[in-house]
């Protein structure tokens, strides 16, 4: 095994804005490399303002033909609400086929009890659609997901003719004023990346920050979008400097930081410190 010190994340400050039970691995991976790792949850959620749609869904589970995923969020959400109901997903006479949007979200969906026939190649909802095509085309599809999900990926399912019941399997909170405080608590010291797994999580980083202070971190700090879809959201907003993961998984992040590290110090003059 290569010498982790050696990595260009050594030294580096990292900001992971996501819960701190998802990002235990990636923490350590990351640290395991000499990086000051700080996590930033910059996404919370909370249950579905009512669950008559998520309800009906899953009484009748076994009607779908297929069901889509697009985060783990989304499966754990399914998962914790039928067994609320005693539905159990582990004890189904027969669940639908599933597909998943990457390789994070298709272990969620297995380990919960689907066999996951298709993981997109292209790690977004719409590409997920886009590669079923045909498979969907008069099928039934469960497409449990955010409040705040993208409109999107349902008319595409439409368009490519399935028959589509999406409800809101959980909300996505905003960011409050303690989100602010933590914020400026991980910035203050300076940082060289921030990661970002959702789309959602880099609109609430937008927001708590401001347009001023955004402007001050350009080009000194890598923004690295886990996903196409995260990485637009953050070119809409003007940022410059973004790397983006293959893939959700923990090896994927890893590589796309190192290789932009390392290219960019390969850029750099001698003598001159990174940011």
Request: glycine share 8%; proline share 5%.
């Amino acid at each position: 095994m290569a010498n982790m010190s050696d990595s260009p994340i050594s030294g580096k400050t990292i900001v992971i804005t996501r819960a701190v039970s998802q990002s235990v691995q990636l923490s350590e991976q990351l640290r395991a490399r000499g990086a000051n790792v700080k996590v930033l949850p910059l996404v919370s959620f909370a249950p579905p303002e009512h669950y008559a749609e998520m309800d009906r869904a899953l009484s009748s589970i076994e009607s779908f033909d297929w069901a889509l995923f697009t985060s783990a969020n989304a499966v754990q959400a399914v998962e914790r609400r039928a067994d609320e109901l005693g539905r159990s997903l582990k004890r189904a006479v027969r669940l639908p086929r599933a597909a998943a949007v990457g390789p994070v979200t298709s272990e969620a969906a297995e380990e919960a009890g689907f066999s996951v026939d298709y993981v997109a190649l292209n790690h977004s909802g719409v590409g997920l659609a886009e590669e079923l095509g045909e498979e969907v085309r008069g099928q039934r599809v469960f497409l449990p997901r955010s409040d705040r999900a993208n409109p999107d990926l349902p008319l595409e399912l439409r368009r490519c003719g399935a028959l589509v019941t999406d409800v809101v399997a959980y909300r996505t909170v905003p960011p409050s004023n303690t989100d602010r405080e933590r914020l400026d608590e991980s910035l203050k010291d300076g940082v060289d990346g921030v990661l970002f797994f959702s789309p959602s999580a880099v609109e609430n980083f937008l927001q708590l920050l401001g347009r001023e202070r955004l402007e001050g971190l350009q080009g000194r700090v890598l923004m690295v979008a886990i996903g196409p879809t995260t990485a637009g959201v953050l070119s809409a907003a003007g940022i410059q400097r973004i790397a983006r993961a293959v893939d959700t998984t923990t090896k994927a992040v890893v590589e796309a930081l190192e290789g932009h590290l390392a290219r960019t110090k390969k850029r750099s003059p001698a003598g001159v410190k990174q940011a």
